[in-house]
């Protein structure tokens, strides 16, 4: 079934929590509907789907309403006016496609992947003027930082944020470093070790990847994400990761590192809702964060698959709960997923922990297996589903008319500072 499809499921299905139903009838609503009317005040949100239901800060990016032509357009016209600005400006654009994205975004890719390696992938192409992202902010900001000066970054909607990212932010960690360093010191041990080094996981705001940049620290991907830890600790006592909680336990925990010696930091409480003991006890200081989406998945839902299905196979993103990963098969990034996919003889039967738009996606893709979304409920990523044609179409037209609409630009101090620990997990083995 393809993700066409799932809209079309949306607009007929029912909320619920069975089979082919949908998390909020919100999903229902035109995507622009959340959009801000010029001379309008409003409050950032997530919009309907897995985020739904978390707060978005004061801070987060508002979109602003885009022409009615847009919004009042069928679907083939748009296809028509994206598919003509993409001939017309050849090489002078590239398009980015991140695997969450629904298939009528996907179509128009040049490049599609996870969000640091469709930042990779716009490096290769450096007579690109425009690079459109269809992805998320937090992923527009890396490309920008990536890229070269003269290349622009454009995100469709900028109201397409992440609520995992938005869990943590620069002023929370600067308070969280600062107590830490009052608690634990700030001088090296005697084998030259760090009382604390951070690590922020890519899902994370440019600003904080320059936090990790300017004290030692890291950037890491569900990818490498032990690599990077293992580095950490050559160079660190302790590790102090976000904003994934999940990401961080699951990582730890296959590094041998037992639970007691994992603690929750939440931003929110004193001491993070910790004793100074249990903090200097600790190896890994988990940032109370996580992903909408992967925390839906279930240990229920794991058993339901094996009674359903003999022999079924269990794969799902590590930044799913940790009692899920130990629950399932196996546990992988994005790409980790679609490779396991791939190489699975015919006759395989699949259960998929990740977003819904890939989980269907390599349903359309591989009908000799049987895969399925280990949530029976649709319920998409709510700011990876603001992405429309109508938005593409918008911006894409601009560049036709001279105007970059939705730059990403991020500051050439935070830039700099960013792309030393980026630079480091790339000298990571």
Request: net charge negative; charged share 20%.
């Amino acid at each position: 079934m393809s993700t066409k499809m799932i809209d079309d499921l949306i607009v007929q299905a029912e909320v619920g929590s069975g089979e082919g139903t949908i998390c909020s009838s919100d999903l229902k609503q035109p995507i622009w509907s959340l959009d801000v009317a010029e001379g309008e005040r409003a409050k950032p949100t997530y919009g309907a789907g897995a985020s739904q239901w978390d707060k978005a800060p004061v801070f987060a990016p508002l979109q602003h309403q885009i022409p009615a032509k847009y919004r009042q357009m069928a679907h083939a016209e748009l296809d028509r006016r994206i598919r003509a600005v993409k001939e017309t400006l050849g090489e002078r654009l590239v398009i980015l496609g991140h695997h969450y994205q629904r298939d009528d975004i996907i179509q128009y890719a040049d490049f599609r992947g996870d969000s640091f390696k469709l930042s990779q992938l716009a490096a290769t192409r450096p007579n690109a003027e425009y690079i459109l992202f269809c992805g998320v902010h937090f992923m527009a900001e890396s490309a920008d930082i990536l890229s070269s000066p003269q290349q622009q970054v454009i995100l469709p909607n900028l109201a397409a944020g992440c609520s995992m990212a938005d869990m943590a932010n620069l002023e929370d960690v600067l308070d969280c470093w600062e107590t830490l360093g009052q608690i634990l010191g700030q001088k090296p041990n005697a084998e030259g070790q760090q009382p604390l080094l951070p690590v922020t996981y890519m899902n994370s705001a440019a600003n904080l990847k320059a936090f990790c940049g300017e004290r030692n620290g890291i950037v890491c991907t569900s990818s490498n994400a032990e690599t990077v830890l293992k580095w950490a600790f050559a160079r660190g006592e302790r590790v102090l990761f976000f904003p994934d909680q999940h990401l961080g336990r699951n990582t730890g925990v296959k590094l041998g590192i037992p639970l007691e010696e994992m603690v929750l930091w939440d931003p929110s409480k004193p001491l993070g809702g910790n004793s100074p003991a249990a903090l200097r006890q600790a190896r890994i200081i988990l940032w109370r964060g996580w992903c909408s989406v992967h925390q839906r998945f279930t240990v229920a839902q794991v058993e339901k698959a094996r009674q359903d299905y003999l022999g079924v196979r269990v794969v799902v993103h590590p930044e799913c709960p940790l009692e899920v990963v130990e629950a399932a098969d196996e546990a992988g990034s994005t790409d980790y997923i679609i490779k396991a996919v791939e190489e699975a003889a015919a006759g395989t039967v699949l259960a998929i922990g990740t977003e819904i738009n890939l989980v269907r996606r390599l349903q359309a893709e591989h009908p000799d297996k049987k895969i399925f979304c280990l949530d029976p409920v649709i319920c998409p990523c709510s700011t990876m589903y603001r992405i429309h044609p109508a938005y593409v179409a918008w911006v894409l037209e601009g560049l036709l008319d001279g105007q970059v609409l939705n730059q990403i630009r991020v500051d050439e101090k935070v830039a700099h500072a960013a792309r030393i620990a980026l630079n480091r997990m790339l000298t990571v083995k």
